[in-house]
């Protein structure tokens, strides 16, 4: 049998076309698309931008589809990270030698408007989007349902509805608002995706003003050690609390951090300086409590495997976030062009892991 691969970290780019599925109710919630007089720094991208979205009286950066689409020297299409041309993205998988994509977000990310109609009137409008844009894939596009978490018993429902209409997991930030992953108004998410049998997928990304108050450069720039810390605190604290055992069929994955974290953080989550083996202490971690990492196709990979196990990895490709063609296509071809990983842990990384994460059975529904 032929292994399905499978890019478990892919992104649209939100555009116009998704705020059309607002209904007239939500559109008074509409974001704006606005070119500024001078360009500003938007976190978290740290370059200087003119364009911009005006949502819920805040300012989120407007992501120009020209320019990755330059930047990829032309194999990335527009219309493809837009998911406005779905066969587009078809063909790019095929370039990239894939046979799923994984989809998640660009602008919910970071996007934490104040008021609660209005994000959960932005969240609908994304999930329907995907829905009807991803239904014409053949079980190609899957993605990653965005939860309006000021709304629970909406979201809820639309957690249930996402599920029915392709979505294969709950995306959630590092923090949400001011809150922890672990904290208790989240179990109801939780139980929702263990009863669906699909995970809770934690982005780099959070929602948390409180956070972005220190998360600065002392010249007020964004840095990507800062943006990945939430989710870095979102893994120690699923590994040491009861989640686990309270959810006991449900399954997290962390995505976009890479993975030469994973030996540090899991032997300072617990203290573990006796004489056990850190290696097989941090994979019964990862195994026992269902945690999956995207690795990166350069990292030490041989190093890695042996603090994780060869079952809680998987890769992806950032696809729609791309600095060249390399980043955006051949992720998974450099993987497979490796010496020093065994063709049975390639195939476990491009394939069974992101099967297990997702459920297996998603992925024929």
Same mark, same amino acid.
């Given at each position: 049998?032929?292994?399905?691969? $499978?890019?478990? =970290?892919?992104?649209?780019?939100?555009?116009?076309?998704?705020?059309?599925?607002?209904?007239? *109710?939500?559109?008074?919630? /509409?974001?704006?698309?606005?070119?500024?007089?001078?360009?500003?720094?938007?976190?978290?991208?740290?370059?200087?931008?003119?364009?911009?979205?005006?949502?819920? &009286?805040?300012?989120?950066? /407007?992501?120009?589809?020209?320019?990755?689409?330059?930047?990829?020297?032309?194999?990335?299409? @527009? &219309?493809?990270?837009?998911?406005?041309?779905? =066969?587009?993205?078809?063909?790019?998988?095929?370039?990239? &030698?894939?046979?799923?994509?994984?989809?998640?977000?660009?602008?919910?990310?970071?996007?934490? @408007?104040?008021?609660?109609?209005?994000?959960?009137?932005?969240? #609908?409008?994304?999930?329907?989007?995907?829905?009807?844009?991803?239904?014409?894939? &053949?079980?190609?596009?899957?993605?990653?349902?965005?939860?309006?978490?000021?709304?629970?018993?909406?979201?809820?429902?639309?957690?249930?509805?996402?599920? %029915?209409?392709?979505?294969?997991?709950?995306?959630? /930030?590092?923090?949400?608002?001011?809150?922890? $992953?672990?904290?208790?108004?989240?179990? @109801?998410?939780?139980?929702?995706?263990?009863?669906?049998?699909?995970?809770?997928?934690?982005?780099?990304?959070?929602?948390?003003?409180?956070?972005?108050? $220190?998360?600065?450069?002392?010249?007020?720039?964004?840095? #990507?050690?800062?943006? *990945?810390? @939430?989710?870095?605190?979102?893994?120690?604290?699923?590994?040491?609390?009861?989640?686990?055992?309270?959810?006991?069929?449900?399954?997290?994955?962390?995505?976009?951090?890479?993975?030469?974290?994973?030996?540090?953080?899991?032997?300072?989550?617990?203290?573990?300086?006796?004489?056990?083996?850190?290696?097989?202490?941090?994979? *019964?971690?990862?195994? =026992? /409590?269902?945690?999956?990492?995207?690795?990166?196709?350069?990292?030490?990979?041989?190093?890695?495997?042996?603090?994780?196990?060869?079952?809680?990895?998987?890769?992806?490709?950032?696809?729609?976030?791309?600095?060249?063609?390399? %980043?955006?296509?051949?992720?998974?071809?450099?993987?497979?062009?490796?010496?020093?990983?065994?063709?049975?842990?390639?195939?476990?990384?491009?394939?069974?892991?992101?099967?297990?994460?997702?459920?297996?059975?998603?992925?024929?529904?």
């Amino acid at each position: 049998m032929t292994a399905t691969i $499978i890019d478990a =970290d892919t992104h649209l780019i939100e555009t116009a076309a998704i705020w059309e599925h607002l209904t007239a *109710s939500e559109s008074v919630h /509409r974001p704006q698309a606005v070119e500024l007089d001078q360009a500003v720094i938007v976190p978290p991208i740290v370059t200087p931008m003119k364009s911009v979205w005006i949502i819920d &009286g805040q300012i989120y950066a /407007r992501t120009q589809l020209e320019i990755i689409e330059e930047a990829s020297e032309g194999q990335v299409k @527009p &219309g493809a990270l837009a998911m406005t041309d779905p =066969d587009e993205r078809l063909r790019a998988m095929d370039r990239q &030698g894939v046979d799923v994509h994984v989809i998640f977000p660009s602008l919910f990310l970071a996007l934490s @408007p104040a008021s609660a109609r209005a994000e959960l009137a932005l969240s #609908r409008a994304y999930n329907r989007f995907l829905a009807e844009q991803c239904g014409s894939g &053949g079980g190609r596009l899957r993605w990653v349902m965005q939860p309006s978490l000021k709304n629970m018993n909406e979201t809820l429902k639309d957690i249930a509805w996402a599920r %029915e209409h392709g979505a294969i997991g709950v995306h959630m /930030r590092g923090l949400e608002g001011d809150r922890p $992953i672990e904290h208790p108004d989240f179990f @109801p998410v939780f139980e929702a995706a263990q009863e669906l049998d699909i995970p809770i997928c934690v982005h780099i990304g959070n929602a948390s003003p409180a956070f972005r108050g $220190i998360s600065r450069n002392s010249d007020e720039r964004p840095s #990507r050690f800062h943006m *990945s810390v @939430p989710t870095l605190m979102s893994f120690t604290a699923i590994a040491t609390s009861e989640i686990a055992t309270r959810f006991p069929r449900l399954r997290f994955g962390f995505f976009e951090v890479g993975s030469a974290w994973l030996p540090y953080i899991v032997v300072q989550a617990y203290k573990v300086r006796d004489k056990r083996d850190r290696r097989a202490f941090t994979a *019964s971690v990862m195994r =026992d /409590r269902r945690l999956f990492v995207t690795c990166e196709e350069h990292e030490d990979l041989p190093h890695i495997l042996q603090f994780a196990g060869d079952d809680n990895l998987v890769i992806g490709s950032d696809f729609g976030h791309p600095g060249d063609v390399d %980043e955006s296509i051949f992720v998974q071809h450099k993987l497979r062009a490796r010496e020093d990983v065994t063709e049975d842990q390639k195939m476990r990384i491009l394939s069974h892991n992101a099967l297990e994460l997702f459920g297996a059975a998603n992925f024929a529904a």
